[in-house]
């Protein structure tokens, strides 16, 4: 996968994450988009040297 993919991507992730009731978008610290729902994190996306990546 190339890095200038990653955009596509993570706009993918947040359509599918937020449409789920209560979720929100946080940017932590690191710079990683986080979802949440009542504080609690879901998902985590991020990107590297070596792409794009998502954590549940």
Do not use: Q, W, Y
Request: aromatic letters at 8%; glycine letters at 10%.
């Amino acid at each position: 996968m190339k890095l200038h993919d990653t955009a596509g991507m993570l706009e993918n992730v947040r359509n599918i994450c937020l449409a789920l009731p209560e979720a929100v978008e946080h940017i932590d610290g690191f710079g990683h988009n986080t979802f949440k729902i009542n504080g609690k994190s879901f998902v985590i996306s991020g990107e590297s040297e070596n792409g794009f990546r998502l954590s549940f």
